[in-house]
């Protein structure tokens, strides 16, 4: 249903709870950035539990420390970040040869979601008090898995949880979703709950889809949203449901607009801060220059696709154009991924009957052991992909200068290099 309707998914994020194991919660220590809890159809391990916990860190990049997150997404990558997951947080409850080996064990979709997905937070403020009630009611409930698509789905969780806080915050869309609850249900409702109550300190944060090889994701939709922007409903809807589709407009166009996009760049923050791992939230955009900064303006965006060009261009000696265009596929193709132990990816290759190595994490892809002319190469079409990326699955203006600017280093350290490699020029 999901594949059909575009719903996506909803967990719930909470800065000041943390797993002290995949299914019992408790208080964040100092230094740590919270933890997000979701339930699935299945989530795959030795005993049926409804819902499991992670770190955030390891929620949105696969990584406990952000600084060590992969900036490279692919299939391969996932399933080594998976693994190393399942063998250092789930080996109490994923013993079975189904948990382990199959793809359809949903415990793997709590590790990296950002490789597969971008991820909307919406956020409001929590006091301790609350925070250990739902510690101790969520600890003593029976954690047994009764999902059912249609009263009991992922939405309907994140509804729960958040409810248990914000009595009544959270509501199905009857007329858009057609009786059921949904993720894009629960993200409006609650924006519309927390608007409403100012003293909640409402923001949003946006983590963008990892650039790499895995297909970018697409916007999530109600039910009537659906319907109204599908190409490949629309004509089954004119031609068995005609007399329907005005009031499916009209339910959508009058009642069930929300972009999460929008809301993001109305009341931007910070995800938690990547060049520390010890502070919650970096900023909160309060003015609109702060939003700007935040989010970037079209003219920025346009500034740098230029500059990406001239850069290319001033590259063509290392590489062109049309071997940019396919470079992260044929690294994914022809490299073998390895995970260090703190979850540093790297990508191991062979060219011209030479080994190389490239760091494909924000820590390693400038490090000694990363080839300069790989990891330029390399960075070169991850800016472009992340340039050419809809809206929804681009990074923020402050985190892509700081990829141009690790991009800007290496061009100049990859310049030195073809410099002192280059033989002198001798004249007649």
């Avoid at 948990?99 to 979601?113: G, P």
Wanted: hydrophobic content about 35%; glycine content about 6%.
């Amino acid at each position: 249903m999901d594949r059909i309707t575009g719903t996506g998914h909803t967990a719930v994020y909470f800065s000041n709870i943390c797993a002290d194991s995949p299914v019992k919660l408790r208080l964040c220590r100092p230094g740590e950035i919270g933890s997000v809890m979701s339930t699935y159809i299945n989530i795959g391990e030795d005993h049926p539990y409804e819902w499991n916990v992670v770190p955030l860190s390891v929620y949105l990049y696969g990584v406990e420390d952000p600084q060590n997150r992969p900036i490279f997404g692919s299939a391969q990558v996932k399933h080594l970040l998976e693994e190393r997951y399942r063998e250092k947080y789930l080996s109490q409850y994923c013993d079975t040869n189904a948990c382990r080996t199959s793809q359809k064990s949903e415990w793997r979709e709590m590790v990296a979601a950002t490789m597969i997905r971008s991820v909307y937070i919406f956020a409001v403020d929590t006091t301790l008090e609350q925070d250990e009630k739902f510690i101790a009611e969520f600890n003593k409930r029976p954690n047994k898995n009764n999902f059912n698509g249609v009263i009991r789905n992922c939405a309907d969780f994140t509804r729960g949880a958040i409810n248990f806080y914000f009595p009544h915050a959270v509501h199905r869309d009857y007329l858009n979703d057609f009786g059921m609850e949904s993720p894009k249900a629960v993200a409006r409702t609650f924006t519309h709950y927390a608007l409403h109550h100012p003293q909640s300190n409402f923001r949003v944060m946006h983590f963008a889809q990892v650039p790499g090889t895995i297909k970018q994701s697409s916007e999530v939709r109600s039910g009537t949203e659906q319907l109204y922007r599908s190409k490949k409903l629309l004509i089954p809807m004119v031609l068995f449901a005609d007399r329907v589709l005005p009031f499916i407009a009209a339910s959508y166009l009058l009642t069930g607009r929300f972009n999460p996009e929008h809301t993001f760049e109305k009341y931007p923050t910070s995800g938690p801060n990547v060049e520390s791992s010890t502070t919650a939230l970096q900023r909160t955009a309060t003015t609109p220059d702060d939003r700007v900064q935040l989010v970037g303006t079209p003219s920025e965006w346009k500034h740098y696709r230029k500059a990406l060009e001239s850069t290319v261009q001033a590259s063509r000696d290392i590489v062109d154009k049309h071997e940019l265009s396919h470079f992260l596929k044929d690294l994914d193709r022809e490299g073998t991924a390895t995970v260090d132990e703190d979850g540093s990816v790297w990508m191991d290759l062979w060219e011209g009957g030479e080994p190389l190595r490239v760091g494909l994490s924000a820590r390693n892809a400038l490090a000694a052991g990363s080839n300069p002319q790989l990891a330029y190469k390399f960075l070169l079409a991850r800016t472009r992909g992340v340039l050419k990326s809809a809206k929804h699955s681009r990074e923020t203006m402050l985190e892509f200068e700081r990829d141009w600017t690790m991009l800007q280093r290496l061009s100049v350290e990859t310049d030195t290099a073809l410099v002192k490699t280059t033989p002198p020029s001798v004249e007649p």
